[in-house]
């Protein structure tokens, strides 16, 4: 999704019309309606320091606009979280189960065939990176809780677009941390 698609996605998610956010952001009531559709039709691109003041009039992290660190883990799951919101269920999170012993064979994961799978196989990934693996299980667990109704779909939505600040273990990431000392 282009900085456009997000600040359109999230602005009506917000209930907002795009006077009110340009407005809110601090352009003049004549034409802040102009600025925004301009913006969210990639016309122009908003710099750094307006992103910022849409990200705080809607209420998110900034970083669902531009990265601080490109390839750091929170920059990763943003990009597993946009495309999840651009392509719902594109990302299919599942649990593995340990099988205790080792197989003399490469490692291959086994998974019951119903209707739900892809003709072909899927292509199981695993991260040795200890942040993205606690990331992609708080992720997992969010996505359980939506296909159970434990949550909706603006929870689920909400949750992502203000983690790791949502993170369950209490934790924020040392990124945010320094966001925050710098805001």
């Known amino acids: 999704m282009t900085v456009g698609d997000k600040i359109k996605k999230i602005r009506t998610f917000r209930g907002m019309t795009q006077k009110e956010l340009g ?3 601090g352009f003049e009531e004549k034409g802040a309606d102009n600025r925004i559709a301009q913006y969210e039709t ?12 849409i990200a705080e009039a809607l209420r998110v992290d900034r970083q669902n606009f531009y990265t601080i660190r490109p390839g750091c883990a929170e920059d990763f799951m943003r990009t597993f979280f946009w495309l999840d919101e651009d392509s719902p269920g594109s990302i299919c999170l599942f649990p593995l189960v340990r099988v205790p012993g080792k ?3 490469e490692t291959v994961v086994q998974y019951n065939d119903s209707y739900d799978w892809p003709a072909q196989p899927p292509v199981g990934i695993y991260f040795n ?3 993205v693996d606690e990331f992609m299980h708080e992720w997992l667990l ?4 939506l296909h159970a109704g434990e949550i909706t779909r603006d929870e689920y939505f909400e949750w992502k677009l203000n983690w790791p600040r949502t993170c369950d273990d209490g934790k924020e990431s040392q990124y945010y941390v320094t966001w925050r000392k710098n805001k």
């Open 129 to 131: 990176y200890g942040l």
């Open 23 to 25: 407005i809110a952001i």
């Open 103 to 105: 197989i003399k064979e």
């Open 142 to 145: 969010r996505q359980q809780e």
């Open 42 to 53: 990639n016309y122009r691109v908003p710099k750094r320091e307006l992103l910022d003041k």
